[in-house]
């Protein structure tokens, strides 16, 4: 095994506040952003209670399990290529 290889098999450790945050947030925008351009004529005259509800119930199972495990991988990756 090669150092490269053993390098990218060692395990991050969990992301620092300001890293999170920021996955967080490149996850989370365009998803909202795109969720409000398909649905924002459907949910027009909805509460903005409702349109809220709707919105984070589509938008957060994107985000944990769609978006958030490749950006995990970013990182882990980007930080493997530091050492």
Do not use: K
């Not at 450790?13 to 490149?26: Q, S």
């Not at 495990?69 to 882990?76: D, K, N, S, V």
Request: positive net charge; charged residues 15%; hydrophobic residues 55%.
């Amino acid at each position: 095994m090669n150092e490269n290889n053993a390098a990218a098999m060692r395990p991050v450790g969990p992301p620092p506040r300001h890293h999170l945050a920021l996955m967080i947030w490149l996850a989370v925008f365009p998803t909202l952003t795109v969720l409000q351009l398909l649905l924002g004529d459907l949910l027009d005259g909805a509460p903005t209670a409702v349109r809220t509800l709707v919105l984070a119930t589509i938008a957060v199972p994107i985000v944990i399990y769609g978006l958030m495990p490749p950006l995990q991988r970013l990182r882990a990756r980007l930080l493997a290529r530091r050492s």
